[in-house]
Protein backbone atom coordinates (compact mmCIF):
# COMPACT_ATOMS: atom_id res chain seq x y z
CA UNK A 1 0.00 0.00 0.00
CA UNK A 2 1.41 3.21 -1.15
CA UNK A 3 1.54 6.53 1.44
CA UNK A 4 -1.09 8.23 -0.52
CA UNK A 5 -3.37 5.09 0.52
CA UNK A 6 -2.49 5.34 4.44
CA UNK A 7 -3.00 8.68 4.65
CA UNK A 8 -6.39 9.11 2.98
CA UNK A 9 -7.56 6.24 4.63
CA UNK A 10 -6.46 7.41 8.13
CA UNK A 11 -7.91 11.32 7.55
CA UNK A 12 -11.57 9.18 6.65
CA UNK A 13 -11.09 7.09 10.05
CA UNK A 14 -10.53 10.80 11.66
CA UNK A 15 -13.97 12.09 10.36
CA UNK A 16 -15.77 9.05 10.68
CA UNK A 17 -14.77 8.59 14.81
CA UNK A 18 -17.06 11.00 16.93
CA UNK A 19 -15.40 12.19 20.03
CA UNK A 20 -11.83 10.40 21.42
CA UNK A 21 -11.31 7.39 22.80
CA UNK A 22 -10.87 7.72 26.63
CA UNK A 23 -7.41 7.89 27.35
CA UNK A 24 -5.50 4.20 28.18
CA UNK A 25 -8.05 1.99 25.90
CA UNK A 26 -5.40 -0.50 24.71
CA UNK A 27 -5.97 -2.68 21.34
CA UNK A 28 -4.01 -5.52 20.27
CA UNK A 29 -4.17 -5.93 16.49
CA UNK A 30 -3.21 -9.92 15.37
CA UNK A 31 -2.44 -9.31 11.54
CA UNK A 32 -0.32 -11.68 9.56
CA UNK A 33 0.20 -9.52 6.70
CA UNK A 34 2.83 -6.76 7.89
CA UNK A 35 1.32 -3.88 5.73
CA UNK A 36 -2.54 -4.06 6.67
CA UNK A 37 -1.40 -4.88 10.11
CA UNK A 38 0.47 -1.47 9.79
CA UNK A 39 -2.62 0.43 8.15
CA UNK A 40 -5.00 -1.02 11.05
CA UNK A 41 -2.45 0.23 13.73
CA UNK A 42 -1.88 3.77 12.08
CA UNK A 43 -5.66 4.13 11.95
CA UNK A 44 -6.59 3.03 15.26
CA UNK A 45 -3.61 5.05 16.84
CA UNK A 46 -4.67 8.36 14.81
CA UNK A 47 -7.79 7.81 16.56
CA UNK A 48 -6.18 7.75 20.01
CA UNK A 49 -5.94 4.54 21.31
CA UNK A 50 -2.95 2.79 22.24
CA UNK A 51 -1.97 0.07 19.69
CA UNK A 52 0.19 -3.13 19.98
CA UNK A 53 0.75 -5.51 17.39
CA UNK A 54 1.50 -9.36 16.44
CA UNK A 55 2.16 -11.20 13.26
CA UNK A 56 0.72 -14.72 14.73
CA UNK A 57 -1.40 -16.11 17.32
CA UNK A 58 1.50 -17.40 19.62
CA UNK A 59 2.98 -14.00 19.85
CA UNK A 60 -0.11 -12.50 20.32
CA UNK A 61 -1.36 -15.10 23.17
CA UNK A 62 1.82 -14.12 24.86
CA UNK A 63 1.08 -10.35 25.07
CA UNK A 64 -2.34 -10.98 26.09
CA UNK A 65 -0.50 -12.94 28.69
CA UNK A 66 1.85 -10.00 29.98
CA UNK A 67 -0.23 -6.76 29.57
CA UNK A 68 -4.01 -5.66 29.42
CA UNK A 69 -5.67 -5.32 26.81
CA UNK A 70 -9.13 -3.67 26.46
CA UNK A 71 -9.93 -5.12 22.48
CA UNK A 72 -8.42 -7.46 20.60
CA UNK A 73 -8.55 -7.57 16.78
CA UNK A 74 -6.96 -10.73 15.44
CA UNK A 75 -7.69 -12.29 11.61
CA UNK A 76 -9.06 -15.89 12.01
CA UNK A 77 -5.98 -17.33 9.66
CA UNK A 78 -2.74 -16.59 11.57
CA UNK A 79 0.56 -18.59 11.69
CA UNK A 80 1.03 -20.90 14.59
CA UNK A 81 -2.36 -20.28 16.57
CA UNK A 82 -5.50 -19.82 14.50
CA UNK A 83 -7.62 -16.50 15.82
CA UNK A 84 -10.63 -18.92 16.64
CA UNK A 85 -8.17 -20.87 19.08
CA UNK A 86 -6.79 -17.63 20.37
CA UNK A 87 -10.22 -16.62 21.42
CA UNK A 88 -10.81 -19.96 22.76
CA UNK A 89 -7.20 -19.76 24.89
CA UNK A 90 -8.19 -15.88 25.80
CA UNK A 91 -11.59 -17.21 27.68
CA UNK A 92 -10.15 -20.42 29.45
CA UNK A 93 -7.80 -18.36 30.98
CA UNK A 94 -10.49 -16.47 32.19
CA UNK A 95 -9.28 -13.03 30.14
CA UNK A 96 -12.70 -10.96 29.24
CA UNK A 97 -12.77 -8.53 26.58
CA UNK A 98 -14.33 -7.61 23.42
CA UNK A 99 -12.72 -9.32 20.17
CA UNK A 100 -13.30 -8.42 16.80
CA UNK A 101 -12.67 -11.25 14.10
CA UNK A 102 -11.48 -9.99 10.66
CA UNK A 103 -11.25 -12.54 8.45
CA UNK A 104 -12.62 -13.75 4.62
CA UNK A 105 -14.21 -16.84 5.58
CA UNK A 106 -16.24 -17.28 8.20
CA UNK A 107 -15.89 -19.89 10.68
CA UNK A 108 -19.12 -20.32 11.23
CA UNK A 109 -19.22 -23.80 12.47
CA UNK A 110 -16.71 -23.37 15.18
CA UNK A 111 -18.95 -20.33 16.37
CA UNK A 112 -22.20 -22.27 16.63
CA UNK A 113 -19.92 -25.26 18.73
CA UNK A 114 -18.89 -22.89 21.01
CA UNK A 115 -20.21 -20.32 23.40
CA UNK A 116 -17.34 -18.38 24.08
CA UNK A 117 -17.19 -17.14 20.20
CA UNK A 118 -20.41 -16.25 20.12
CA UNK A 119 -19.84 -12.63 21.54
CA UNK A 120 -17.11 -12.15 18.52
CA UNK A 121 -18.16 -9.23 16.34
CA UNK A 122 -17.34 -10.58 12.89
CA UNK A 123 -15.98 -8.17 10.05
CA UNK A 124 -15.61 -9.46 7.15
CA UNK A 125 -12.72 -8.80 5.02
CA UNK A 126 -12.48 -7.13 2.77
CA UNK A 127 -13.26 -3.79 4.88
CA UNK A 128 -13.19 0.17 4.81
CA UNK A 129 -10.31 0.33 6.93
CA UNK A 130 -11.55 3.94 7.74
CA UNK A 131 -14.35 2.40 9.74
CA UNK A 132 -12.47 0.23 12.17
CA UNK A 133 -12.33 2.93 15.00
CA UNK A 134 -16.04 3.81 15.17
CA UNK A 135 -16.33 -0.28 15.45
CA UNK A 136 -13.92 -0.30 18.33
CA UNK A 137 -15.58 2.33 19.95
CA UNK A 138 -18.82 0.69 19.75
CA UNK A 139 -17.28 -2.51 21.81
CA UNK A 140 -15.12 -0.72 24.07
CA UNK A 141 -16.12 0.29 27.89
CA UNK A 142 -16.97 3.67 28.65
CA UNK A 143 -13.80 3.45 30.64
CA UNK A 144 -10.94 1.40 30.68
CA UNK A 145 -10.47 -1.56 32.92
CA UNK A 146 -14.12 -2.52 32.47
CA UNK A 147 -14.61 -6.24 32.01
CA UNK A 148 -17.10 -7.64 30.01
CA UNK A 149 -19.12 -11.10 30.87
CA UNK A 150 -17.21 -13.83 29.48
CA UNK A 151 -19.33 -17.07 27.67
CA UNK A 152 -17.74 -20.54 29.01
CA UNK A 153 -15.81 -22.13 26.81
CA UNK A 154 -16.54 -25.42 29.01
CA UNK A 155 -14.09 -27.94 27.22
CA UNK A 156 -10.51 -28.32 27.17
CA UNK A 157 -8.46 -27.23 24.17
CA UNK A 158 -6.57 -30.22 22.20
CA UNK A 159 -2.83 -30.79 22.87
CA UNK A 160 -2.51 -28.94 19.03
CA UNK A 161 -4.30 -25.95 20.14
CA UNK A 162 -1.67 -25.69 23.21
CA UNK A 163 1.72 -23.35 23.05
Keep these: MNESHHRSARRR ?4 LQGRPDVGQRILVVEKASDHRQLEMDVLVDAGYQVETAADGASAWAALQRHSYDLLITDQFLPKVSGVALVKKLYAAGITLPVIMATEILPTWEFALHPCLQTVTMLRKPYAIH ?14 GTATAAAPCAQNLPASNRL
Design 13 to 16: AGEC
Design 131 to 144: KLPAMAKSLLPKSS
